[in-house]
């Protein structure tokens, strides 16, 4: 994240069996009906070592509960992704919980450690491995979450969020589980990875971020044109989103009156921070949601945009957010859709009403196609075994035609 100094932002949990429970303080800032636990679960099979958390310990997660929390009624979820270089308590220091309380969203709000992991399973120039941060946010937190606390069933309320980085992980992750999140939400958000990539490699690596090696190589995608940098790059994924509904917000790079506001209050590193995210803003962030917004527009995505003044910053974060919260995370949302398109190089997911698994890491980004009761699969170098809501379990090769029905389903 551009304002390093300032923003801190994070995400984290872990399996409910080995999962613990602390309060945090209340404190004066915060309503004193709402409150904020903290949860602490470490990340399965080593998916995330120690050195990617700022703290000791296994990964953590801050919960935010409603006012009048009753543990036997059921609530929306809000899924909130931190930026980069922040971590799982960074919405509460840095003041958007008290936003969230004065929404009066009546929702449970889960805020994960997300380190400084680009929401991506790594490849680590060439050799993947840990960290395994959208695994563990998909496998790991979301389960826990949905295991330990009464999430509405509908898909309507379940939204995901970010900014910065976090706005990337929202992209991608929110078109990993189309199904199931029915807003998605990227504030300022690094949506166009690989325009950020060509431009901007040694300032991924000034941010704390992944640093390419001199043969071209980045340690999260690998090569930036590959397909394992296409298929995490939200723009390329636009389609994945089509029955989702999209909050998109950037700023122009022109300082707002909040941003000049806070220069003019006199703190220096407030300064220098405002104007280095005002240059962020503008020559990255600015241009890769535009790019992403057209890839929405083109693939019928129901998308909100707004484009504003401002910085990368803190002042304009909150505005960012209280424009996201006068949208309306948890508005209706397609439930159940029978024609659809997913693109993917994750070895296993789950699209709407189907579940997949591929027998070995794919070796180009896969497109999943269905329209009706025809599902196709694009080449994945491996066979894929397929599992329906309806509970019929087919294995076959890749390409694919899949004919799905009430009855149960069969290769074409």
């Known amino acids: 994240m551009a304002t390093r100094p300032r923003v801190k932002w994070a995400v984290a949990v872990a399996i409910v069996a080995a999962t613990t429970l602390t309060v945090t303080p209340a404190t004066a800032a915060r309503a004193p009906a709402a409150r904020l636990v903290t949860l602490t679960v470490p990340a399965p099979n080593g998916e ?14 801050d919960v935010l509960l409603p006012a009048g929390y009753d543990p036997h009624r059921r609530y929306p979820l809000l899924v909130l992704l931190n930026a980069l270089a922040n971590n799982y308590e960074s919405y509460a220091v840095d003041g958007i919980v008290p936003m969230i309380e004065a929404a009066h969203l009546n929702a449970i709000v889960v805020m994960p450690e997300g380190g400084s992991g680009w929401y991506a399973d790594w490849r680590n120039d060439g050799k993947p491995g840990a960290p395994k941060w959208e695994t563990y946010e998909l496998d790991t937190v979301l389960p826990t979450v949905l295991a330990r606390y009464p999430i509405r069933r509908q898909r309507r309320y379940h939204a995901i969020a970010g ?3 976090g706005g990337l992980g929202a ?21 166009d990875t690989q325009y950020f990539a060509a431009i901007s490699n040694p300032v991924m690596g000034l941010l704390g971020g992944a640093t390419p090696k001199q043969d071209g190589l980045n340690p999260v995608y690998g090569p930036p044109s590959g397909f394992y940098a296409d298929g995490h790059n939200p723009t390329r994924l636009a389609a994945n989103l089509r029955h989702t509904r999209v909050f998109e917000s950037s700023g122009t790079g022109v300082p707002s009156s909040a941003g000049v506001a806070n220069a003019l209050a006199g703190d220096p590193n407030a300064t220098v921070a405002d ?12 241009e890769m949601s535009q790019d992403y917004h057209r890839a ?36 209706p949302a397609v439930n159940h859709a029978r024609s659809w398109v997913n693109k993917t190089v994750a ?6 009403d189907v579940r997949y698994r591929f027998a070995r890491p794919p070796t180009s980004v896969v497109q999943f196609r269905r329209s009706g009761s025809t599902l196709s699969i694009s080449a ?33």
């Open 48 to 61: 995330i070592p120690s050195k990617w958390l700022s703290y000791p310990g296994p990964p953590r997660a």
């Open 380 to 412: 994945a170098g491996s066979r894929v075994a397929l599992t329906t809501a309806g509970g019929c379990t087919l294995r076959t090769t890749t390409p694919a035609t899949v004919h799905l029905t009430a009855r149960g389903c069969r290769a074409a």
């Open 296 to 331: 929405l527009v083109n693939a019928g995505v129901h998308v909100t945009y707004q484009r504003h003044a401002g910085g990368h910053d803190l002042p304009d974060f909150y505005n960012e957010f209280t424009a996201y919260l006068d949208w309306g995370p948890f508005k």
């Open 171 to 191: 992209a991608y992750l929110g078109g990993r589980l189309p199904g199931y999140f029915g807003s998605v939400a990227s504030l300022s958000g690094f949506v």
């Open 347 to 352: 070895r296993r997911g789950q699209l709407w």
């Open 163 to 165: 900014f910065s980085m």
């Open 275 to 286: 104007l280095y995210g005002s240059a962020l803003e503008l020559l990255i962030i600015n």
